[in-house]
């Protein structure tokens, strides 16, 4: 999945730790995850961290088409909440 040498992904997926914006819960994911619902009220989080994506010419071959379009997604809805 992960193109050899690329400096911007580890390896092996760690784990985020991210606080619910709607009710302060924790929550958890994996580096390689695009976003996770809250278990406690389903506010949906984005994993912000996922940045190289937008600017790596290697991207969509390095974590395949389908997780680059739901990434790419993700950057250009937090770009316009971020302008809101």
């Known amino acids: ?4 040498g690329c400096q911007g992904k580890p390896r092996t997926p760690t ?28 506010f949906v989080a984005y994993n912000d961290s996922l940045s190289c994506v937008q600017w790596c010419a ?8 389908e997780m680059y379009n739901a990434m790419m997604e993700i950057a250009a809805n937090q770009k316009k909440e971020r302008r809101a």
């Open 58 to 65: 290697y991207a969509k071959q390095c974590v395949g088409e």
């Open 1 to 4: 999945m992960i193109i050899e």
């Open 15 to 42: 784990i985020i730790e991210k606080t619910c914006p709607n009710c302060g819960h924790l929550i958890e994911m994996f580096s390689i995850d695009t976003q996770m619902p809250c278990e406690h009220c389903g």
